[in-house]
């Protein structure tokens, strides 16, 4: 009890009043969940210790380290190039380049956060279709679906899988053994649809072609070495995170281990006041806002554990899946999806993973458990494709395409979105079952 009232309310309370301020939009997200964080601690819900131990370190971790590696490669203008090369691959041809994108955004996905991918693949987007005179809206919602369909790939891919990964110790190789292939037929699907749908609609002219193919996708390189050292690296943390299964090394200590040797290959042999600059830079990459959105985030639900109202709703969910495994996947699997179509993916998983750890006894283990995370990783990564608010990704490509002069409207946007989504749920369901039930 803290002044006559029940720990357990007061948690609640303040998790509800952080999530409708992060809704609203009123403040900045880290700002809410902080706020939030600091409530927790100051009403005595947590001791400062409490809150200390709630926060998964191995994920923030995760989080910096990649940020940081990926933010040096970015320097040296490898994304750029990648989406001119894609473009001048398939000629020029707007039904190609649709489909090239799209796969191209689903694969950068995968190996980076969703955001990273489509800040650096959008801009490039949007000048490809403008010298090709198209509208770029199905360029945008290609590449908005494909990063969230391609990010559900791996370990790394977007921050749902991280926070499940970190959560129950799965590893990059155990995500792409699971989800690999579901990943693949989705993504098919979807460029076969927008092909049928836009791309055999599309058409330019020979002098716009030409002018695509005039750009020299080698002016995009702006550090030839710099790519060679970050490739180098990147592979080597991505087959860290294969190996680290075996070794029993986390992924936050691999993604700061590449991260720290990519920043000493890249300030290597410079005089001090160079290197220093350079470090200091290579630390501003990092999205600090979104990183102490997950710490304070991590606190807040952790509150909720505390205080037993996990275990309250636990025990609810058991009742209503009459403790079958099956139930609880399926009934994981579409709640996921519709409710991360209508809030942030992000702060969902965040509250689902300590609730669905304590039905893992009940329902039969860790093991017999596995089904229904895989529910959770697939319903919030894809429904994520739901609307136009529920990933952060899709958020930014609005943000930029509204700059460009070329608004995304809500609306508009949920006529394909919400088909997307629910296919996707439907082809998942069928895998699920097929993988796990047959």
């Not at 799209?102 to 991918?117: E, I, K, M």
């Not at 509150?303 to 009742?319: I, P, S």
Request: net charge neutral; proline share 3%.
């Amino acid at each position: 009890m803290i002044f006559g009232v029940p720990a357990a309310v007061i948690a609640s309370v303040i998790l509800i009043l952080s999530y409708a301020v992060l809704f609203s939009e009123k403040l900045n997200r880290a700002v809410a969940v902080m706020l939030g964080a600091a409530a927790m601690v100051l009403l005595g819900v947590l001791s400062y210790d409490q809150a200390l131990k709630g926060i998964d370190f191995n994920t923030i971790a995760l989080l910096i380290g990649m940020m940081i590696m990926v933010g040096i490669m970015e320097k040296s203008g490898a994304f750029q190039y990648a989406a001119v090369k894609s473009a001048k691959l398939v000629k020029a041809n707007p039904r190609g380049i649709l489909a090239v994108l799209g796969v191209v955004t689903a694969v950068l996905s995968a190996f980076l956060d969703n955001v990273t991918t489509v800040l650096l693949i959008v801009p490039v987007t949007i000048e490809i279709t403008r010298k090709l005179k198209l509208n770029p809206y199905p360029f945008l919602l290609m590449e908005i679906f494909s990063s969230n369909i391609g990010g559900t790939a791996t370990l790394i891919g977007d921050p749902p899988n991280i926070l499940i990964g970190g959560a129950i110790g799965l590893s990059f190789t155990d995500f792409l053994k699971e989800l690999s292939l579901l990943v693949a037929i989705n993504l098919a699907l979807l460029v076969a649809a927008f092909d049928f749908f836009f791309g055999r609609k599309m058409t330019a002219t020979a002098a716009a072609r030409n002018e695509v193919m005039s750009i020299n996708e080698r002016d995009t390189i702006t550090d030839v070495g710099l790519l060679i050292k970050s490739a180098a690296v990147l592979g080597l943390v991505i087959l860290g995170f294969i190996a680290g299964e075996h070794l029993h090394i986390a992924n936050g200590t691999i993604a700061l281990f590449g991260a720290a040797l990519l920043m000493m290959l890249y300030t290597l042999g410079l005089p001090h006041q160079e290197r220093d600059k350079r470090v200091e830079d290579a630390f501003s990459l990092v999205d600090w806002t979104t990183i102490f959105f997950f710490t304070g985030l991590f606190a807040l639900v952790y509150g909720l554990e505390v205080t037993g109202v996990l275990e309250m709703l636990g025990h609810k969910a058991l009742l209503l899946v009459d403790g079958s495994i099956q139930k609880a996947t399926f009934l994981i699997l579409w709640s996921s999806a519709v409710l991360s179509a209508a809030i942030d993916n992000i702060p969902f998983v965040a509250t689902m993973i300590p609730l669905l750890k304590t039905m893992e006894e009940a329902l039969g283990g860790r093991e017999a458990m596995m089904p229904v995370w895989w529910a959770l990783s697939v319903g919030s990564c894809f429904g994520g494709n739901g609307s136009l608010i529920a990933a952060s990704a899709n958020v930014i490509v609005a943000g930029i395409a509204a700059r460009e002069g070329h608004a995304l409207n809500f609306l508009k946007f949920l006529l394909w979105s919400l088909p997307v989504m629910l296919i996707s749920i439907a082809i998942s369901s069928a895998y699920l079952y097929i993988v796990h039930f047959m």
